[in-house]
Each structure stands twice: as C-alpha cells, then as structure tokens.
C-alpha cells in the first residue's frame, strides 16, 4: 500500500469517528442570565466599553461576611473536568471596598456545590488582579494572575507556603476587556492572558486531581465590579486524553 492510499485511508477511517468522541465547543454570549445559577452574587445584562456582557457583584450579605466567601455564577448543565475556557473578563474595585481590593475577577472549574443557599463548595480557579498589572510596585505586579483550590488551598496559604509558585505578572489594567484562556488536562492546567502563546501561569499540581469534574463558573472576589462575556468551553473527551 503506498502512502498516499494509506494517507486517503486514514482520513476516511477518521470521517466515521463518531461525533461524541471530538470536543464539541459551547458558547454562552452570557448577555442574559440564562443557564446560571447565581451563589452570593447578583448578575445582570449590561453594556461595558460598547460591548455586551453581565455584571457581576457580590449580594449585600456576602459583601458583609468575615473571610472570603465564595462568589459564583455557575452554567448549569455542564459537567468539565479537561479541556478549555475561553471568556472575556473585566474588573475593578467597588465603590467603597477595603483598601486591598484588586478588582478581583476569574473563572471557576471542576466547581462542586452540596446545595443552596449554605452547601459547601470546591473548586479550582485562575483569577486576575487588574490593578496589579500595572502598579508602580514589583511585588504587586508579580502578584497580578493566581491560582487557588477552595476551600483548602487559599491564596494567603499557597503564598505563605510556596511563595510565587502559584501566582505571577502580566499586563493588566482595571477596567478594560481582557481575554483569558485556561486549558485544563489532569493535573496540569494553564491560565493564557491577551491571545498570548506562552501561558502566563503554569500549574502542574491541580489540587482537584486529574479526575476531578465540575461546572465552569464566574468569579470574583471581595470588593469587586466584574464583567465577563463571550464564555466558550470546549471540553476534552476521555478518548482524547488517552492519546
């Protein structure tokens, strides 16, 4: 058989590879709130820089609790443990925050929540610090990405214990649409900033495990305005992860 048959042969055999075993993005334009379940925060459509998309808040009782409760608006639905996350994602201080908001502002995945409105929650996230990016100070421009596993694995222990490991800088300013990528694989995942081709954090080590699944949720933190749009998952089927 030469290989221009065999080459034909292959892309034929490859044509009947059933639809289900190939990553199948979905898109959610997040202009309505439309397959989201909302937990301690409050969403509504709004129009940001010309452009459509939701605004996220934290309600009034999260916004009064000690610690960092978490802030999720999670797609109902849909079950991710490996593949990609694609959004758009703004963030800036409230109005009135605690002197050390950043404008706080990511995405939840493999997000397990027992029940409403108390139930516990897990899960990991990348999240940007917008006003780091460009803060006239080193140390906080090089704490501008992060990564975490709630509840264990906060940002004040992983700093504490593996000081830069889980964090790191990129360009950032508050206030301004910013495209974010995170790729998720077993254990592995990484967060990519402005269509960039090299990720801006690497994690080698996903506290959830290489078989964790979950939902994929919006996230802020303590003290935030947050906008986000144009959400695209694309997951990764099993049978791809074995090649």
Not at 15 to 22: G, I, K, N, R, W
Not at 70 to 97: H, K, Q, R, Y
Not at 120 to 131: E, G, M, Q, V
Not at 142 to 169: C, G, M
Request: aromatic share 8%; net charge neutral; no cysteine.
């Amino acid at each position: 058989m030469t290989r221009f048959v065999a080459a034909v042969l292959a892309g034929a055999l490859g044509a009947l590879v059933p639809d289900s075993a190939v990553a199948q993005a979905k898109r959610y334009p997040l202009e309505s709130l439309d397959h989201l379940r909302l937990h301690n925060v409050i969403a509504e459509p709004a129009t940001f820089e010309g452009k459509r998309g939701l605004r996220v808040t934290a309600t009034p009782e999260a916004a009064r609790q000690e610690g960092e409760p978490p802030m999720l608006a999670w797609i109902e639905g849909l079950d991710f443990s490996n593949g990609t996350i694609e959004a758009e994602v703004a963030g800036a201080p409230a109005s009135g925050a605690f002197a050390g908001a950043r404008g706080f502002v990511g995405i939840a995945f493999r997000l397990q929540i027992e029940s409403e409105p108390e139930g516990k929650a897990t899960y990991d996230a990348f999240y940007l610090r917008p006003t780091n990016g460009r803060a006239e100070d080193q140390e906080r421009r090089n704490h501008a990405t992060q990564y975490i596993s709630y509840p264990d694995w906060t940002w004040s222990r992983l700093r504490q214990e593996t000081p830069s490991k889980y964090e790191s800088y990129v360009d950032l300013e508050a206030d301004r649409w910013t495209k974010i990528r995170i790729e998720v694989r077993g254990e592995r995942a990484r967060l990519y900033v402005h269509d960039q081709q090299q990720p801006a954090l690497i994690v080698n080590d996903v506290k959830s495990g290489a078989n964790r699944k979950g939902a994929v949720a919006l996230w802020i933190g303590t003290g935030t305005v947050a906008h986000f749009r144009n959400l695209i998952v694309t997951p990764e089927s099993d049978s791809a992860r074995t090649k």
